[in-house]
């Protein structure tokens, strides 16, 4: 009964939080707007990376993951994030709390398989340049939506040291752009809306590997691929008039008939590799690297002459350390700790700029005494952009919420 409830109040509650805005970032307007990393929070608090096998978490990133699980994994994150963005004019602080991903995994003796929903990106931003004295066009962007995605991965054991897996994914999303542009001294504006709507499939393949050197001392690697796909844009663009009260807040008057376009975006492939070293139950330190081909996302509301793509590429470092997992010790040493150092090539460039993001990450996982459940909490702060060649940057605190539940599920009864 309370697995029921526990079940339906998040599975209640991640309808609610996909519904929102999961950033409030100005450079969320390209593309298909701004990519959210796709791991849980125990992974986000060391930099990222996804070679560790863990028979009681979900891995996100590599499916091959799903061949280590031991025990059934419920797991839910949510996040803050607080922003302060400034550029060589102005600055302006937010923060923006959202549902990070939620998910079911059940082991099946060499196989393991799950299901879930997570973000793909998110759309928010709110812009303007208000020109009072009438000499120029005054304007206001906003933007809002995003894509999301439902995953069904499984992974299998073919040696006790190597497993593969793999997870097909359902895109799908919205996304509505909204550009008003007046003369402050004059009742009457313009308006130009776009509602996207996305859809598509594709595909992760995985790879983990674990090679002991000695007694406490063991390699692990992770391989995964993400093949190029196709994602269905279609577009439905309305222009009409507005009226614009003393406060510059606008309503709609009347508008033509909507033009609706249909156009293909490409999913670009993506390779990831992770390497790490240490003793599963104690410690280990590993490094990730991803790269990721430029892709075709921009669309017809956002491809301007200053804005071009790149590869897109992560750096992550970092690791973990519990002193102990005996539940006889003391609770503070079966707590783990993580830190972790992450630098990423976003892909975006603006004004012949690369909009870079650089990042530290720290965490702990905190066990509930007598189950295998975790509270995991995380922090990361950073930098992302600049604030050279007229762009914005902006510095930000991210604070991590996850839960992990354990337990047997699919056990025979016995009888005497």
Known sequence: MIKNFLISSCLLLSLISFSQSGTSSPYSFYGIGEAKFNGNVESRSMGGISMIPDSTRINFQN????????????????STDYKKQKSGTSDAVTRRTTLDYIALAVPLGKFGAGFGLIPYSSVGYNIENIYEDGSQNSKRFNGWGGMNRVF???????????????????????????????????????????VTTLSGLNLNLGLMYQQKLKDKLTL???????????????????IGTVTINSS??????????????????????????????????????????????????????????????????????????????????SYAKRI???????????????????????????????????????????????????TSNNLVQENYIVVNLGFSLNDKWFVKSKYR
Do not use: H
Not at 64 to 73: Q, S
Not at 169 to 189: C, D, M
Not at 346 to 357: A, Q, R
Not at 366 to 384: C, D, E, R, V
């Open 63 to 78: 499916p091959a993951g799903f061949a280590n699980l031991k025990w059934t994994n419920f797991t839910i994150g949510v």
């Open 152 to 194: 069904l991965g499984g992974g299998y054991r073919i040696l006790p040291n190597l497993s593969i897996g793999a997870s097909a994914y359902y895109n799908f999303g919205k996304i509505n752009t909204n550009s008003v542009e007046f003369v402050p001294q004059l009742p009457i504006g313009s308006r130009e809306l776009n």
């Open 220 to 238: 692990f690697s992770s391989l995964y691929y993400t093949p190029k796909s196709i994602l269905v844009s279609n577009n439905e663009r309305t």
């Open 248 to 329: 510059f807040d606008y309503s709609p008057v009347d508008s033509y008939d909507p033009v609706v376009t249909k156009k293909d975006l490409n999913l670009p492939q993506k390779w990831a590799l992770g390497v790490g070293i240490g003793d599963a139950k104690k410690w280990v330190f590993g490094a990730d690297f991803a790269v990721q081909d430029v892709g075709k996302l921009y669309n017809t509301y956002n491809t301007l002459d200053n804005v071009t793509y790149e590869k897109y590429q992560r750096y992550g470092f970092g690791g973990y350390y519990t002193p102990t997992v005996n539940p006889f010790f």
């Open 336 to 386: 783990t700790y993580r830190a972790g150092f992450v630098y990423e090539k976003t892909g975006l460039v603006v004004n012949s700029t690369s909009i870079n993001d650089l990042g530290m990450t720290l965490g702990v996982g905190l066990p509930i005494t007598g189950s295998l459940t975790n509270l995991n909490l995380g922090l990361q702060f950073g930098k992302k952009g600049t």
